[in-house]
């Protein structure tokens, strides 16, 4: 039998379930600052994908029939098509969170198939949206009990200014952004040295620009020595959000971002976990120009580091399962689970006609909390008889009052990891 495809997998119901809570908190968050819903197709043409997509992602996309089509690699692309032939109120700011494909090596907390959550804003140059967004970043970090993230913090426009100090020729500057990229990956040492092969005689200048550990007021005196603009823009996000920090290493892979970019990082060992920046120039390549920006959140690495804090799993939402002790009482169980239901209450009732010895280890094996046993006595009083499977406590009550007790238990249950859990 064959493996699901390289970087590809299954999901089981009891990681779905830390998987779907995940979401719509996220989800929930978007809508809290007003972000729209807006769905794409995972397929796009290839040449639309290609045409911002950079020679590195180029080689990661899925192709499908030929050259014709291929399958997406971000949720920012189909954004920029679609907003660029849509007259919609600006800004105009959406939302999606949604599969996505890219044919890479994988790797922990990265997959080739894998969920982004994005919110993007388009029609407004202000750097208020850059502010709304990493005050978002942050909303989203606490909500799963990341209080202190670190969030980063670099303009493109610096990035420029330093490049043409050096005199770095369009070739070089692509190169050395692509190397630049890799210092959280393979180390200060490393860099330098390839950056010596690539300019010689420059990298140290470089290096020492890109590596400095000043305060934000420092950074930013130093950058609006090369850009104003660039600069300036910081100045405006870091007054409004003190949390974060200006880092002159960060570049950013994708080629399309032209303003401040930005990475929040959660663990030492998993790397960014949110990620965006200002992309003002991608839209007019789709037809209707329009200023630009966004963020996204890494679900996958999230989620990873949620399951390693927490690793105890959510077998079943099922909060009562109802046996009966003889074949024939079974459809006084299915009137008793639809009470349940109609109350809200997630229950199940035997479906393979087991025993009750059975029914009882099926229960235990799902971790459901409560059992209902129902017998002949239980069946002629109309009553049932309710046993906490973690106390061991029981007590023959009323339909009525085992409603209550449940709805009392939910009420009280953690729902997830973190603060959801």
Do not use: H
Not at 49 to 58: F, M, P, R
Not at 83 to 88: F, L, M, N
């Amino acid at each position: 039998m064959k493996l699901t495809p390289k970087g590809m997998r299954d999901i089981s119901p009891e990681d779905m379930y830390l998987r779907k809570e995940v979401i719509a908190t996220i989800e929930s968050i978007f809508r809290l600052y007003g972000f729209r819903p807006l769905e794409t197709p995972a397929l796009e043409y290839l040449s639309t994908l290609k045409t911002k997509a950079g020679d590195e992602v180029t080689n990661q996309i899925f192709v499908i029939d030929g050259n014709e089509y291929g399958l997406r690699f971000d949720l920012t692309v189909p954004l920029a098509r679609y907003a660029s032939a849509t007259d919609a109120p600006k800004p105009f700011k959406r939302y999606a969170i949604d599969r996505v494909w890219r044919k890479e090596e994988p790797q922990r907390g990265r997959f080739r198939e894998f969920y982004q959550a994005d919110v993007d804003i388009v029609g407004s140059s202000s750097m208020r949206c850059e502010i709304e967004l990493l005050t978002l970043a942050k909303s989203v970090c606490a909500a799963f009990g990341f209080d202190s993230p670190r969030v980063l913090l670099n303009n493109r426009k610096i990035l420029d200014a330093i490049s043409n100090q050096l005199n770095l020729t369009p070739f070089e500057k692509d190169r050395v952004f692509r190397i630049l990229d890799k210092l959280d990956k393979i180390g200060q040492a490393e860099v330098q040295k390839l950056l010596e092969q690539e300019i010689p005689n420059r990298s140290s200048k470089l290096m020492e620009f890109m590596t400095f550990s000043g305060s934000n007021q420092e950074k930013l005196a130093l950058a609006t020595d090369l850009s104003k603009e660039g600069a300036d823009e910081l100045r405006t996000i870091v007054e409004s959000c003190p949390f974060v920090e200006i880092d002159f290493s960060l570049v950013r892979g994708l080629g399309y971002y032209t303003g401040p970019i930005y990475e929040v990082k959660l663990s030492s060992g998993m790397g960014t976990v949110l990620a965006g920046g200002r992309y003002d120039e991608l839209l007019g390549v789709y037809g209707q120009s329009a200023a630009a920006v966004g963020i996204s959140v890494g679900v996958e690495r999230l989620i990873t580091l949620l399951g390693e804090q927490n690793p105890t799993k959510k077998k079943s939402e099922t909060v009562v399962f109802v046996a009966s002790l003889k074949p024939e009482l079974y459809g006084y169980a299915t009137s008793v689970c639809a009470q349940f239901r109609s109350a809200g209450i997630c229950a199940e009732s035997d479906l393979n006609e087991r025993s009750f010895r059975k029914q009882f280890d099926y229960t235990n094996a799902l971790s459901i909390p409560y059992l209902v046993i129902l017998g002949e006595k239980e069946v002629s009083q109309k009553m049932l008889t309710l046993k906490n499977l973690t106390s061991g406590k029981e007590e023959l009550v009323s339909i009525e009052t085992a409603i209550n007790a449940l709805r009392a238990f939910v009420a009280k249950e953690p729902v997830s990891n973190s603060k959801l859990m």
